[in-house]
């Protein structure tokens, strides 16, 4: 299998800068996806890199280093709307697997006024 | 508009008996999934299917299944087999190569509660 692993929780306040860490072990590598997911919702696409890098799009970032196996996703200003689940997920490129997202457990963040 | 629902949102069912969620997308898109989520967990795998009456078995296909034959259909049913079905279900689609990559785009989901 895949090993996706991200932290569980995190909180902050808001107006602040939070980075959201996600470590992976994969073999066939082919992208990395952000997704932001509020309570009993659908996840929703936040972000993908594919090279290393930072990919900056308005408050949020997303940065990969395929060598280490890391990515971080990066809130700036945070805001109360930004409190939801944010979700690492790993693309696939081999065979049959071609097109499967392996995602993470999920980080809840909390935003506090 | 173009989009994937699924129907119905929430969804009672009792014991032992089978029950089928819908999905259907109008993206035109060749790939189709099923997620089962659990509170506090990320998104597994049940089932997905590449193209029109083809499908491949995800991480936890057991007591599921699904069936392809038009491409904008990809239903699921729980069988009574599944031991612990209540969760909430997403219904996915991709194309494979798309401008993001394989990005998924998922439906609104099912909340299940077996009774």
């Known amino acids: 299998g895949q090993n996706i692993d991200q932290p569980t929780e995190m909180t902050a306040t808001e107006g602040a800068i939070v980075q959201i860490n996600c470590t992976y072990q994969?073999?066939?590598?082919?992208?990395l996806f952000w997704y932001q997911q509020h309570a009993g919702e659908a996840p929703t696409f936040l972000s993908y890199?594919?090279?290393?890098g930072l990919e900056e799009k308005g408050r949020f970032s997303s940065f990969l280093s395929r060598s280490k196996g890391y990515s971080y996703l990066l809130l700036k200003e945070l805001q109360m709307k930004d409190s939801a689940s944010y979700l690492c997920a790993v693309s696939m490129k081999r065979g049959s697997t071609l097109g499967r997202l392996y995602f993470g457990r999920g980080t809840q963040l909390t935003v506090w006024p | 508009d173009g989009g994937i629902t699924q129907s119905p949102k929430y969804l009672f069912r009792k014991e032992g008996q089978n029950v089928t969620l819908s999905c259907e997308q109008n993206l035109n898109h060749d790939a189709m999934y099923w997620y089962r989520q659990d509170p506090g967990q990320g998104l597994r795998l049940i089932y997905y299917s590449q193209i029109v009456n083809d499908f491949q078995k995800g991480d936890i296909a057991e007591g599921y299944s699904v069936s392809r034959e038009k491409k904008e259909s990809f239903p699921l049913t729980v069988t009574s087999a599944q031991k612990n079905p209540t969760a909430f279900y997403l219904c996915?689609?991709?194309?494979?190569?798309?401008?993001?990559?394989?990005?998924?785009?998922f439906g609104p989901g099912t909340r299940l509660t077996v009774l």
């Open positions: 994969t073999s066939g590598f082919n992208g």
């Open positions: 996915a689609s991709s194309i494979p190569s798309g401008p993001a990559g394989n990005e998924q785009f």
């Open positions: 890199n594919v090279l290393d």
